[in-house]
């Protein structure tokens, strides 16, 4: 069964530093998605994607945040001058495009542990 | 605002014991509700989803729309079910999928 992948599975970062975290959504895929869980926390939606654009995006994706498709398979995330409250799990999500509103599922990556310091 | 909330965070059960995680949600429009799990050092997988009325690894959820409810139930508690437990909620017309908090559920052997 085709799975999302993401890497790296933990990221250590220093405060201020740039982080880029990376997936690869399933291949027939065309909506993809960003989720983060604060230890201890809910998962909270951060972005989704589609058609080379973002088509929503949450008051946590703030300027600090952007998302790239940079070629035909990875779909990125990346936070500018992390700060330590950017220190959670990071979900990859993509779902198939022809039936994003016919209630079929979002396919979860492993997640990116991104430890800020 | 759609909000999901689970007011457990823990759960023990014994083996082949009677397991109900609950589920409650807030949302005025017509949700889509869902449950994920997820298993030790495992990704976030889809368990079940209401529009499906299906039953998966004999767990079942039926979505009351009186009580703004979707629990997921399952009459025989077996070891492998051990595992966190998220209901979600997405709204028609949108993509994003709203969480609640989890809950943890042990079956005791």
């Known amino acids: 069964e085709p799975e999302v992948t993401q890497t790296p599975s933990h990221q250590v970062t220093q405060m201020g530093q740039e982080v880029i975290l990376r997936c690869v959504p399933i291949?027939?895929?065309?909506?993809f998605y960003w989720y983060r869980q604060i230890l201890g926390q809910k998962v909270e939606f951060l972005v989704s994607?589609?058609?080379?654009?973002?088509?929503?995006k949450s008051e946590i994706f703030d300027d600090q945040f952007s998302v790239e498709r940079p070629d035909g398979s990875n779909f990125t995330l990346k936070i500018r001058s992390t700060k330590l409250e950017d220190s959670a799990m990071y979900f990859c999500?993509?779902?198939?495009?022809?039936?994003?509103?016919?209630?079929?599922?979002?396919?979860f990556g492993d997640g990116t542990r991104l430890s800020i310091l | 605002a759609q909000r999901v909330t689970q007011p457990e965070k823990l759960l023990s059960v014994f083996k082949g014991a009677p397991v109900e995680l609950k589920c409650n949600y807030s949302y005025s429009g017509s949700p889509e509700l869902f449950w994920y799990v997820q298993y030790s050092r495992q990704r976030l997988q889809l368990l079940l989803r209401?529009?499906s009325r299906e039953s998966i690894k004999g767990f079942t959820a039926d979505l009351n729309k009186g009580e703004t409810s979707f629990h997921l139930k399952k009459p025989f508690a077996q070891e492998e079910d051990s595992a966190m437990y998220y209901c979600a909620l997405k709204s028609f017309g949108n993509e994003k999928l709203t969480f609640g908090t989890g809950t943890r559920l042990t079956i005791i052997p």
């Open positions: 209401h529009i």
């Open positions: 291949s027939n895929h065309l909506y």
């Open positions: 994607f589609y058609n080379n654009e973002i088509s929503e």
């Open positions: 999500a993509s779902s198939d495009p022809h039936r994003v509103d016919s209630n079929q599922p979002q396919h």
